[in-house]
């Protein structure tokens, strides 16, 4: 196991050649089938979040649609890579513009997280989509639609990619599992379902990590494995810190950084995860809504570069001064 396991990254060696093969998508899959099948098709604009199956949709379909010649038709850019104007005039307009090879009557162009592009660089793929419709059709994929200018949406067909159900990661995890001859858990999966959070590559690549060191994979392999907070070490976090005892969920969170290995970001999301679990009598709703209003404000400084510890410490402080001060003592 432990030489099939470092032949490949799993992500692709298990990705679907054929939209027949991809798991999900049940609203996006057959209408793309549905254009591969009548070689036909408008531009396209896959969104939604990362590992949902926006990539391996465009190149199952340049499969499905090219058969043998998709190679020779088909080119992916990455618009993190090159996101400016010249990259649109240059590369993307070179390609375009030339006819397609063989008996296929159009080419394709996937640009990869398109919600790069500036918004010059977009205003000239505008107008390329129009120009060079007949001899290209383009296929843009973005986290975030909104970032992506109205004369683009209006020209394409826009589909919405929603992560992952657990019932769809199982199926393509028991073909992971299934060709790299893995004895799996069911608790695995399950812990492997918790951290993914509807992303199947994430899921594929904790699966791989579980598996490294070889034997069954288990939850406790799975949890092992992975750098994000697991649920019982944010609960006994947060517990501490609704109890007043803020030092010691400080400490706990101290942990989650050097020991887990985990990111301010993650520990937030898990946080964001677990308080609407929280009971009633615990923490009122009211007091619920006024802290989700708080992870927000930390997420936007995290984003914009501010001390991961500091505002980390930030939310327990918060969640400690919700218990009320003792008998005679000032709140």
């Not at 093969?21 to 254009?35: K, N, T």
């Not at 937030?268 to 927000?296: C, F, G, M, Q, S």
């Amino acid at each position: 196991m432990a030489d099939s396991a470092s032949e490949a990254i799993w992500v692709e060696k298990y990705r679907p050649h054929s939209l027949a093969d991809m798991v999900g998508q049940e609203g996006v899959v057959p209408l793309l089938r549905a254009y591969a099948s009548r070689r036909s098709l408008p531009h396209l604009l896959f969104a939604g979040a990362p590992g949902t199956g926006k990539t391996t949709a465009a190149l199952a379909l340049a499969h499905d649609l090219l058969g043998e010649e998709w190679r020779q038709n088909f080119l992916e850019l990455n618009a993190s890579d090159e996101r400016g104007i010249d990259t649109v005039r240059t590369t993307i307009k070179g390609y375009a513009r030339s006819a397609p090879i063989g008996g296929v009557g159009f080419k394709l162009l996937f640009l990869d997280e398109a919600d790069n592009l500036t918004s010059e660089a977009q205003g000239s793929l505008r107008r390329m989509m129009e120009r060079y419709s007949a001899a290209c059709r383009f296929i843009l994929s973005c986290n975030y639609s909104s970032r992506i200018i109205e004369p683009i949406q209006s020209r394409c067909a826009v589909f919405r990619f929603r992560g992952l159900g657990a019932t769809e990661m199982r199926r393509q995890l028991g073909r992971v599992a299934e060709g790299e001859k893995l004895t799996v858990a069911e608790d695995a999966f399950t812990a492997i379902f918790e951290q993914a959070d509807g992303d199947l590559r994430r899921a594929t690549n904790l699966l791989q990590l579980a598996a490294a060191p070889g034997g069954p994979v288990t939850r406790a392999s799975v949890e092992g494995a992975t750098t994000q907070p697991i649920r019982p070490e944010v609960e006994s976090m947060v517990v501490l810190a609704l109890e007043g005892r803020f030092f010691d969920a400080r400490e706990r969170l101290y942990r989650l950084f050097v020991e887990r290995g985990a990111s301010g970001e993650d520990i937030l999301r898990a946080v964001h995860r677990y308080l609407p679990d929280l009971p009633e009598t615990t923490i009122a709703n009211r007091e619920k809504i006024a802290l989700v209003d708080h992870l927000a404000e930390v997420d936007f400084r995290l984003a914009q570069g501010a001390s991961e510890r500091v505002q980390l410490e930030s939310v327990l402080a918060k969640l400690a001064l919700l218990r009320p001060a003792p008998a005679g003592r000032p709140a």
